[in-house]
């Protein structure tokens, strides 16, 4: 996948070249192409931004160094600004991304962007949350990030995507590793026991457990769509999963 970056902080962008997605970009399986709108401008002093018409508060990026960023660059595919309005960003949309072979990811600043570059380039709108942050590098990341996981060869295998408890619908059980014992502190039993059936169990009450606590109309959701076998059902209300049991039973 090729993808373009329009912003006013390259040099934030350094991440991208550790760990997983610095690997990815080593194998060739991602391509960054990162430009600074700043060398767009055709402003003496180097502005990219005005005061936005009808008054208000802060700047707005200007049109022309935005616009001629993106065509000098020759940038396409499946164009994204990262914005507090727009469409939250899901494991979903993160997957529909990954299948794009380009996409271009324009990060916004001050009060925004002018319109019409939105409306010229056909921008998604995308959010990371309900929460506005300083500008749209950050969101980029992770929606990045986020996206490059499904791509084929980023990961070590397949099955590190779709073994994240998210996106079965739950929210991710406990972990545990080396030393068994810290203080007072012990690695629970049924890790210990080689029955993985039963660890299997044990790690779908904990994960319901934890998105009941977390996220409960995640749960809810989840259970709406789950039968459990007479197995599973007894094996959780002997490990004390009982109340999670008897609320799906009430479903």
């Known amino acids: 996948m090729k993808i373009n970056i329009l912003t006013i902080f390259p040099e934030m962008f350094s991440p991208l070249n550790e760990s997983m997605l610095g690997r990815a970009r080593e194998k060739g399986i ?21 005061t936005p018409f009808g008054g208000g508060p802060g ?20 164009v994204i600004y990262m914005s507090p309005r727009g469409q939250q960003l899901t494991g979903k949309l993160a997957r529909d991304i990954s299948q794009e072979e380009e996409i271009t990811i324009l990060c916004g600043h001050y009060e925004g962007v002018d319109q019409r570059i939105l409306d010229e380039l056909g921008a998604q709108e995308i959010t990371i949350g309900d929460y506005v942050v ?38 991710e059980y406990p972990q545990y ?13 049924i890790l210990l026991s080689g029955d993985h059936g039963a660890i299997d169990i044990w790690r779908l009450g904990k994960s319901m457990e934890i998105t009941g606590r977390n996220r409960p109309e995640m749960l809810e959701e989840y259970l709406k ?19 999670i049991i008897e609320n799906h039973d009430r479903k």
């Open 177 to 189: 590793t080396r030393p068994r014992s810290i203080g007072e502190r012990e690695v629970p039993e």
């Open 30 to 50: 991602l391509q960054y192409n990162i430009v600074n709108i700043r060398d767009y401008t055709e402003d003496k002093h180097n502005r990219v931004d005005d």
């Open 225 to 243: 769509n789950r039968t459990f076998t007479k197995k599973e059902k007894k094996t959780l209300i002997e490990m004390g999963f009982s109340h």
């Open 59 to 78: 700047m707005v990026m200007q049109y022309q160094p935005v616009i001629d960023a993106f065509r000098e660059n020759k940038m396409g595919g499946r």
């Open 134 to 171: 300083t500008g749209g590098e950050l969101p980029a990341m992770i929606l990045i990030d986020a996206s490059a996981r499904f791509i084929e060869g980023v990961l070590s295998s397949n099955e590190s995507v779709m073994e994240e408890s998210v996106y079965s619908g739950l929210l």
